[in-house]
């Protein structure tokens, strides 16, 4: 599948223009090892090593839809990978300060690298599931790895007003914090890898 397929297929999916213009600026075959970059833009998961992927591009657009990215937020991705969706985040939300945080060394030192020129992303390599508390509270966070429930720490690490977007187990939950009480709305049937714990 070519670049311009996939963006062709995400707009007829319904996707806004401003998630769809950024999988149009952002290559995600700089995310790929090169034995994989020939299937970049395939509408399905990659392999990048240490037994992980790059997710499907429509799962990915699924996902940070659901965010309702603003401009001029903190925005936390837990399992950061290959770095493509740090990527795609910068493009749709302006001056953010973004933060990554991978736990496998050898995934946060890659992406690092490549996206070493976007000041305003930094990626630390650390057990996601604990957060970044030194940063908090953020305005969006997403966890782009499967958890086995709602990981608690990261919801108090979640301004007042904030969303986050998780994975637990095959499902995509969207969870906003009210000032008492959480709403959570709940996606079946989609398949990830789980997130990795110490």
Same mark, same amino acid.
């Given at each position: 599948m070519q670049k311009q397929t996939?963006?062709?297929? *995400?707009? /007829?999916?319904g996707f806004p223009k401003k998630?769809?213009?950024?999988?149009?600026?952002?290559?995600r075959?700089?995310?790929?090892?090169?034995e994989h970059k020939e299937l970049a833009y395939e509408n399905r998961p990659l392999p990048i090593g240490n037994n992980q992927t790059i997710s499907q591009p429509y799962t990915i657009a699924f996902m940070l839809n659901l965010l309702d990215l603003k401009d001029n937020q903190k925005i936390l991705e837990v399992?950061?990978?290959?770095?493509y969706v740090l990527a795609l985040i910068n493009a749709i939300s302006k001056n953010s300060n973004i933060h990554g945080i991978e736990i496998i060394k050898e *995934?946060? /030192?890659s992406s690092k690298k490549i996206l070493t020129k976007n000041k305003n992303i930094k990626i630390t390599q650390a057990d996601g599931n604990k957060g970044?508390?030194?940063?908090?509270?953020?305005?969006?966070?997403?966890?782009?790895?499967?958890a086995r429930e709602i990981p608690q720490k990261l919801l108090e690490q979640l301004k007042i007003k904030g969303v986050?977007?998780?994975?637990v187990g095959n499902s995509i939950v969207k969870i906003k914090k009210e000032k008492n009480q959480i709403r959570k709305i709940e996606y079946l049937g989609f398949s990830f890898v789980?997130?990795?714990e110490k």
């Open positions: 996939l963006i062709t297929y *995400l707009k /007829t999916e998630i769809t213009n950024a999988f149009s600026k952002v290559k075959e700089l995310f790929i090892p090169k399992g950061s990978g290959s770095g *995934l946060a /030192t970044l508390k030194q940063n908090s509270p953020f305005d969006r966070i997403l966890v782009s790895a499967s986050m977007v998780c994975v789980p997130l990795v």
